[in-house]
């Protein structure tokens, strides 16, 4: 059924990276950090880019850049590493929280969980996040699999069925002038009828990313004919994996099943490592639930103390945005995630 409303959590640890600091100070559009409450983090400047798309619009997101780079706007976190810091708010307070920064920055944009609203600002709904938990019962990824309802085992083995001529390798261990470029180049033919956040230079992203994070960071390409048809990359945090970045070739990947087979393989990833929790991050979120993800509430608030501009955004909200509807789906048997008691 469709579901507009997501799974909520009552603490952001289980999506927090304990890397992102680490990995922040590294992004090459970075800022200084600013004092909320008790806690400092970092900011960073707001840059949009859409490879493909209507001549007016390209021209918009040149001007929206043009004032980003004038430090009009302000991003709380970074947008080139999504979903990994979810700064603390104080309830009731408005942009007057952010210590001097309002002064300075009209508006500040601060990813959250949940839906709260604050005053000065407007709460902007985003993609969720797919959460997927790994009980400690299933220690295999074949327990995984059996945990599956009949219809969804078949679909997985269709999976690896159709996917068997390709193999993977572990492309962080190779030097990066050896897969950076194309990498980059696979990762914006999947982003290109897209507005992205993560800058043009997407080679030296995923470089800045391999080098900040060293063994934290694991690159996954996926080859046929000797050639890489697509990757995948993911962070490890202790007992929690973030996926990152992901690159297809589309004409090779014409059923999907490429796709599918990459997010199995970060699955087989966790029960190696000794995962439990694996953040499979936005986009795609009907197919992740297919892999037993959940959806977790995200948000956007962004602060400004502009009447005209809280105007603005709230017609915006309203009228414009899309609005996110999913059919979400259960692969798993009925109490498949609860703990068999001993015999």
């Given amino acids: 059924m469709g579901i507009e409303s997501e799974k909520q959590i009552t ?6 990276c304990g890397l992102s600091n680490q990995l922040l100070e590294e992004l090459p559009n970075k800022s200084e950090s600013i004092k909320i409450g ?44 999504p979903g990994l810091l979810f700064p603390k708010l104080a309830p009731n307070q408005g942009i007057a929280q952010f210590a001097h920064l309002e002064l300075s920055c009209p508006i500040i944009s601060v990813n959250t969980l949940g839906f709260e609203k604050y005053p000065d600002s407007v ?14 019962h299933w220690s295999t990824f074949d327990d995984y699999l059996n945990a599956f309802s009949s219809k969804y ?35 914006a033919t999947t982003l290109q009828d897209k507005t992205i956040a993560i ?54 990947d014409t059923t999907g099943k490429l796709y ?23 986009t795609g979120a009907e197919i992740k639930s297919t892999l037993g993800a959940i959806p977790i509430e995200n948000s956007f608030v962004v602060f400004t103390r502009s009447k005209a501009l809280l105007f603005l955004f709230k017609v915006y909200v309203k009228y414009i945005q899309k609005k996110f509807i999913y059919t979400y789906r259960s692969p798993f048997k009925a109490d498949a995630l609860k703990s068999p008691l001993p015999a």
Wanted: glycine share 6%; proline share 3%; charged share 20%.
């Fill in 199 to 252: 800058g043009k230079n997407l080679p030296e992203l995923l470089i800045c990313y391999h080098k900040s994070l060293g063994e934290n960071y694991r690159i996954i390409g996926f080859h046929q004919n000797n050639e890489i048809i697509g990757f995948i990359t993911y962070i490890i945090d202790d007992n929690k994996m973030f996926a990152m970045h992901l690159g297809l070739n589309k004409d090779a």
């Fill in 38 to 81: 008790n806690h400092t983090y970092p900011t960073s400047i707001l840059e949009l880019h859409r490879p493909t798309g209507k001549y007016i619009s390209r021209a918009l997101i040149k001007v929206f850049n043009a004032f980003s780079r004038k430090g009009i706007i302000r991003t709380v976190g970074n947008s080139c590493a």
């Fill in 11 to 16: 603490s952001s640890q289980d999506l927090q």
């Fill in 123 to 136: 709460t902007v709904k985003a993609e969720p996040f797919m959460l997927l938990d790994l009980p400690n």
């Fill in 260 to 282: 599918q087979r990459m997010l199995y393989t970060l699955v087989e990833e966790a029960f190696e490592l000794g995962i439990t929790k694996i953040n499979f991050g936005r």
């Fill in 153 to 187: 085992r078949v679909r997985a083995k269709k999976v690896y069925e159709e996917t068997q001529g390709i193999s993977k390798c572990y492309l962080d261990e190779q030097a990066p002038n050896s897969w950076a470029a194309h990498c980059g180049s696979l990762l």
